[in-house]
């Protein structure tokens, strides 16, 4: 079972480095829903002994969430706000994607030096939990459109989830579905800002975003 | 006697097969008929029958590029541990002899065809320098990935030690090593996602146009040797994937040639199914398929 | 609706500090001293602004109508929507406060984010959409950091065997001697950083000017008195917990040092500032480092915090109306175009300086009181260093501050006094002049009863 949960690891780091290196946005989506369908896999993975009511409808709540409704979402954005279709970045995709390669080795890195609690089934949780939440920060602050911006914000979210579920597997029902919630809604306010953006600048990329400034 | 000097005379015998093997699968998927299966060897008898021609700009390197070429793979041939046999020629560290045998057919390769002194050849011989310094970190640290997972310090240790016990506790990272392996097979092997075997005269490709200037033996060498190269870095994809071995030598035997008919399926396959990248994405699959391979590093060296 | 509404949470709130609730939800919502303290300052200010608002959204006219910079096209979000947002902007700020639970507190925490997000978009021009995005999406990853920071803090309680505990704060500071500290000490710095992003504190505060200068001003003035506050209460929590397990020297120096680097980036700003709404939110940043430091001394410290945390808020809301006033009127944020506003806006003019005064920390006013108590703080524990530095600042932010707030009340009138247009609304300074009044109050008087909480509220934070 170990050997499992350790290949839903390596799967989502895969999921991230796939992400780095795409140029289509509309992959990138779809790349970000199959990671939340891992993500939701992992619930059941780590209570292995009963796979309990509670676990059950957590994977589900998380897997319709994260596979099904937020990329819908943001693919109605997409196509609402007839925006290019390229990601374009400001770093090249070899070298985001080399990038990645380092946050990973700086994380595995970081997770070594902290000590393994001893309800983690795998010591791989920390480093890729980092290691999503820098990419997430990475695809911030690196592509320009604002749709890669939310895409960014969820990989994080789906990181410090990953480390949620993984290391709590009894924290309170209500919380995780607020969390849920609150990604939700925030999702959903940025797709309609976007549209917003969209409508009144003709363009969804954040770097042209600059009269606030001092 | 070690099995090994049994596994090396089949590979010469063989590996033009290969070749063979991944033009009927495409011809299948095309549906026609396709070549025989001699065929590659119908070629290099027809291209030994005649004689060379040189053209007046080049000079000696340009000639004696097919013959380091054809050496340099047969050097590497023999430190290709088979089938879990131990190779002819293994040493500790024998990775790096690999790699720089390896190296040092690719740069003759490509100063023969700067030395042709045709443009057209002189961009293959660009791309193929950029590619291959690309690859190049792809194969090397996928190997010392394996390295590290088995303890062996020359490739017949590596690949002997591999079991199907390591798929059980480290598949993941078998996998992802065995992945980058086989785009360095591709890239290396000038095959259809990065180059294109069959033309001749597109912008775009790389290998066949270095050898553009070739004819006679010196092009039965090359193809020769192109034909051994596929056959290394297939058995080293094979040993990766299917490590069958330790019960009996026949049995080792033939799953490790049947590994190596599978991999020309599937390389025929892809071929079928894929259309070239265009050439600005080659460096991100090879990027790419580095990144796998540090993956699998960074996984095992925790 | 938004006054009945807002009337009824403060006599909730006023109701509490006569009987203290007991806890609900196993003790997920609990009213402690330092709860109630921010409690009361909410509700206060969100009661002031209503009235406030109700006067703005009257003279906020429907239909389209030119962008005062640009001369581009602009509505504005339908009213019941803004009351909606409002409404449930107060809410999601008192689950906040009350929580005990670190997990319903990251969930209320970002619910406020998204409850206020509309409200910056109240203007539907392009600046305040750039604001709107820009607040949404720093403060939503900073808060991710934030819930990292949680889960470290359930890494923290799982002792290498045996069973976790829960994120109660109260079974927290009982467990206090089973953390592990290198996850705590993890945990603080993600949620000092996450919290700290909302918060305002530098070099995490890029959204907080742009978003408090596009949005409306009685938002700006919920924004830095209210919501900064909400999330100044978190990192207070997880320093409660340090302060718990014996490592309050460690939180207290990353508390010291976030504060002095705000205060210097935002008396930096300051300095040649060009529009007053983004110099008050600097200034904002500057109270937060303030607040940050007096936490970060402890001691005396803290108390000096607590008291300072009311009276910026309240100070920080008669700035914001009042500035809400002089746009209204004026048409413009830069502060070289407004001049002489105290005889155009006899009234805002008064309230300007007496907010200038009070937020400067000049005597008569509380925030003295506070800022001296920190200051004092600070040269009890001998940190000399730290006062000088602080004294600097604060000098530095009076002399930028004094120039901008001089220039704009002073000098002769920069546009045509229109009896029309410039009449000063009942609703449109009685609110400001209230809060004045109780800032001064605090300044010259403390009544015990809050002189009691507020020490209580310091004895649970660590302090004395």
């Avoid at chain 3, 709107?132 to 990292?148: D, F, Q």
């Amino acid at each position: 079972m170990t050997s499992f949960f350790d290949a839903i690891m390596v799967l989502l780091i895969l999921t991230n480095l796939a992400l780095l290196g795409t140029s289509r946005l509309r992959t990138c989506i779809h790349i970000c829903a199959l990671q939340g369908l891992l993500l939701g896999t992992l619930p059941l993975t780590t209570t292995i002994e009963l796979i309990s009511f509670r676990a059950f409808l957590l994977a589900g709540g998380g897997m319709v969430m994260k596979a099904i409704v937020f990329p819908r979402l943001l693919e109605r954005t997409l196509q609402d706000t007839h925006v290019q279709r390229e990601v374009e970045p400001f770093i090249g995709y070899s070298i985001s994607l080399l990038a990645g390669i380092g946050l990973l080795g700086f994380s595995l890195w970081l997770g070594s030096r902290l000590p393994l609690p001893s309800m983690i089934t795998s010591p791989l949780v920390i480093p890729v939990s980092f290691f999503m939440m820098m990419v997430g920060l990475l695809l911030i602050v690196s592509r320009k459109k604002a749709l890669t911006q939310v895409l960014g914000y969820l990989v994080m979210e789906n990181g410090i989830y990953a480390f949620g579920v993984a290391i709590s597997p009894e924290a309170p029902f209500l919380v995780e579905m607020g969390m849920l919630l609150d990604a939700f809604v925030a999702v959903f306010i940025m797709g309609i800002l976007m549209f917003h953006i969209n409508r009144e600048f003709d363009h969804i990329d954040t770097d042209r975003l600059s009269v606030l400034k001092d | 006697m070690n099995a090994a000097y049994l596994h090396l005379p089949v590979a010469l015998i063989f590996a033009p097969a290969l070749l063979s093997v991944i033009n009927r699968i495409k011809a299948l998927f095309a549906g026609r008929t396709g070549p025989p299966l001699l065929q590659p060897y119908y070629d290099l008898a027809k291209l030994l029958k005649k004689g060379a021609v040189y053209s007046r700009t080049t000079t000696w390197v340009f000639r004696m590029n097919p013959i380091i070429g054809l050496s340099a793979v047969l050097v590497a041939l023999a430190f290709i541990p088979f089938a879990g046999s131990v190779a002819v020629l293994a040493t500790k560290g024998d990775i790096f002899i690999l790699a720089y045998v390896l190296g040092l057919a690719r740069f003759f390769l490509i100063i023969a065809a700067l030395d042709a002194g045709s443009s057209f050849e002189g961009m293959g011989a660009s791309r193929e320098a950029q590619f291959s310094a690309l690859t190049e970190p792809a194969f090397l640290v996928g190997l010392a990935a394996v390295s590290r997972a088995t303890g062996g310090l020359s490739l017949s240790e590596m690949y002997g030690a591999l079991s199907f016990q390591t798929w059980m506790s480290i598949g993941p990272i078998v996998l992802l090593v065995a992945a980058a392996f086989l785009i360095v097979l591709l890239t290396e092997n000038a095959r259809i996602p990065v180059d294109d075997p069959n033309t001749h005269l597109e912008l775009t490709m790389i290998h066949e146009v270095m050898v553009l200037d070739y004819s006679g033996p010196d092009l039965a060498m090359i193809f020769y040797a192109s034909a051994l190269k596929l056959w290394i870095f297939g058995s080293l994809l094979v040993g990766l994937v299917l490590p069958i071995h330790g019960a009996n030598l026949w049995l080792d035997a033939l799953a490790a040639y049947g590994g190596m008919v599978i991999m020309a399926v599937c390389v025929g396959v892809i071929e079928s199914c894929m259309a070239r990248l265009r050439l600005l994405r080659i460096p991100q699959l090879l990027v790419a398929a580095s990144s796998l391979s540090i993956l699998a590093f960074l996984l095992l060296l925790r | 609706m938004l006054i009945i509404v807002a009337a009824l949470h403060t006599t909730l709130t006023a109701g509490c500090w006569i009987v203290s609730p007991p806890s609900v939800l196993m003790g997920w919502l609990m009213l402690d001293d330092v709860a109630l303290l921010f409690l009361s300052i909410t509700s206060l200010l969100f009661l002031i602004s209503s009235f406030y608002a109700v006067g703005y959204l009257r003279r906020e006219t429907e239909g389209s109508r030119p962008d005062f910079e640009d001369q581009s096209l602009f509505v504005n979000a339908p009213e019941t929507r803004f009351i909606a947002c409002l409404l449930f902007f107060l809410s999601t700020m008192t689950v906040v406060i009350l929580s005990r639970h670190f997990g319903l507190f990251w969930v209320a925490m970002e619910a406020t984010t998204l409850a206020s997000a509309p409200l910056i978009y109240f203007h539907r021009h392009h600046r305040s959409l750039e604001a709107t995005w820009k607040y949404l999406m720093i403060c939503s990853v900073g808060i991710a950091m934030a819930l990292l920071g949680n889960f470290f803090l359930v890494a923290a309680t799982i002792p290498a065997e045996g069973e976790s505990v829960s994120l109660v704060l109260d079974q927290l500071i009982q467990h206090n001697n089973g953390f592990q500290i290198i996850w705590l000490k993890a945990a603080f710095i993600f949620i000092l950083v996450g919290y700290g992003t909302k918060m305002g504190l530098a070099p995490m505060h890029t959204w907080l000017p742009d978003a408090h200068s596009e949005s409306p001003s009685v938002v700006s003035a919920l924004l830095s008195g209210a919501l900064l506050n909400c999330a100044f209460l978190g990192i207070l929590r997880t320093h409660q917990l340090c302060v718990a397990a014996g490592i309050q020297r460690f939180s207290q120096d990353l508390l010291l040092g976030f504060g002095l680097f705000s205060m210097a980036v935002a008396a930096v700003f300051i300095l040649g500032q060009r529009d007053y709404k983004r110099m008050l939110a600097y200034s904002s940043i500057e109270h937060m480092g303030i607040l940050a430091l007096g936490i970060g001394l402890g001691g005396e410290g803290i108390f000096g915090a607590m008291f300072h945390a009311v009276n910026h808020s309240l100070t920080k809301g008669l700035l914001f109306l009042t500035a809400g006033n002089i746009l209204a009127v004026y048409h413009t944020k830069s502060t070289s175009d407004v001049r002489g506003i105290l005889k155009i806006l006899p009234l805002s003019g008064i309230l300007w300086i007496t907010g200038f005064l009070a937020i400067v920390g000049s005597p008569p006013f509380g925030t003295f009181l506070s800022e001296f108590t920190i200051l004092k703080a600070a040269i009890d524990q001998q940190q000399i260093g730290v006062a000088v530095v602080y004294l600097a600042l604060l000098s530095l932010i009076f002399i930028g501050m004094a120039d901008i707030f001089l220039r704009t009340a002073l000098g002769r009138q920069s546009i045509e006094s229109d009896n029309d247009t410039v009449r000063e609304h009942a609703l449109m300074v009685v609110p400001p002049f209230c809060l004045a009044v109780i800032v001064l109050c605090l300044g010259i008087y403390l009544p015990s009863a809050f002189s009691r909480l507020l020490h209580d509220a310091a004895q649970i934070l660590g302090g004395i």
